[in-house]
C-alpha cells in the first residue's frame, strides 16, 4: 500500500476527512489511495491474513491501512453470516471473534468512512444473528456502551449500524438510538441520525418514520431532520421542516 503513496490525492483526501487542528479527523495520516485500491489489497490478503495479525493493521498509523484492516473483518464476517452457516456453531464462534475484535479497536475507526464501511455489515449484522455472547439484552449493552462513551465515533457505529437491521425489516435499534442521540452536540451525528430514519422509513415503514417525526421534528437539528425526510414528497417536507408541536 505505501508503494502506492499518491502526494496530490493525499492532500485531497487529508483535506476532504478534515484533519486540520481542531476538525473532527485532526491528525489523521493519509496515503494518498482511493477506496478501490484499497478494497483491491483487502481481497488479495483477506482468505488468508490469520485473524490476530489484523490488529496490525488496525492500530496503523495509515488510514488506508486501517480501512484495509477493517474490510478484511467485513469479508470474513460475512462468509461465515450467509444462510447456510447462520446457526453453524463453528461459524456463531468465528463471527464472535470478529465481533470483539472489532469492538476492542473500534476507536482505531477514528473517521466517518472508515466507520460506515464497516460496521452495519460486522456489528449491524451480528444483531441479528445468532451469538453465543448473550442474548437481545446483552446486544443491547453493546450498543448502549458505544452510544454513551465519549468518543465520536464509537457513537456514530452505535446508530450505523442500524443500518443493516433496517436492511433486514428490524426498526428498533434505529428507532432506540435516533432517540437516544437526538440532541447530540455534533454535526456528523445529526447527518448519521437523519441518514439512519431515512433508511428505516425507506426499507421498513414510512410510517414509523412519520410517527418518530410526529414525536420529534420539532427538537431535531435541522441537519438531522433534512437527512430523515429527503425521500418524501417534497409538499411532505416542507410540512415537516416547518413543524411545531
Not at 470474513?76 to 463471527?95: G, P
Amino acid at each position: 500500500m505505501e508503494s502506492q503513496r499518491n502526494e496530490e490525492q493525499r492532500q485531497v483526501l487529508m483535506g476532504f476527512f478534515k484533519t486540520g487542528a481542531g476538525e473532527y479527523g485532526e491528525g489523521d495520516e493519509f496515503l494518498g489511495l482511493k477506496v478501490p485500491q484499497t478494497r483491491e489489497v483487502m481481497k488479495a490478503a483477506w482468505k488468508d491474513l490469520p485473524l490476530d495479525e489484523v490488529p496490525e493493521l488496525l492500530t496503523n498509523r495509515w488510514h488506508e491501512v486501517r480501512l484495509c484492516g477493517l474490510l478484511i473483518l467485513v469479508a470474513r464476517f460475512e462468509k461465515l453470516a450467509t444462510k447456510r452457516l447462520e446457526n453453524d456453531v463453528k461459524a456463531i464462534q468465528s463471527r464472535d471473534e470478529i465481533l470483539t475484535l472489532y469492538l476492542q479497536y473500534a476507536e482505531q475507526a477514528n473517521n466517518w468512512d472508515l466507520v460506515d464501511l464497516s460496521v452495519h455489515k460486522i456489528l449491524g449484522h451480528w444483531l441479528l444473528l445468532p451469538t453465543s455472547l448473550g442474548d437481545k439484552e446483552h446486544k443491547m449493552k453493546v450498543l448502549d456502551a458505544l452510544a454513551q462513551s465519549d468518543n465520536l465515533w464509537k457513537q456514530r457505529m452505535s446508530m450505523v449500524c442500524t443500518w443493516k437491521t433496517s436492511q433486514m425489516g428490524d426498526p428498533s435499534w434505529c428507532l432506540r438510538y435516533a432517540e437516544m442521540h437526538l440532541h447530540h452536540p455534533h454535526d456528523l451525528m445529526h447527518k448519521a441520525v437523519g441518514w439512519m430514519l431515512r433508511e428505516m422509513g425507506k426499507r421498513v415503514s414510512t410510517d414509523l418514520l412519520r410517527d418518530f417525526l410526529e414525536l420529534h421534528a420539532h427538537e431535531m437539528p435541522r441537519t438531522m431532520l433534512r437527512y430523515a425526510i429527503e425521500k418524501l414528497p417534497e409538499q411532505e417536507r416542507q410540512y415537516w421542516m416547518n413543524y411545531r408541536k
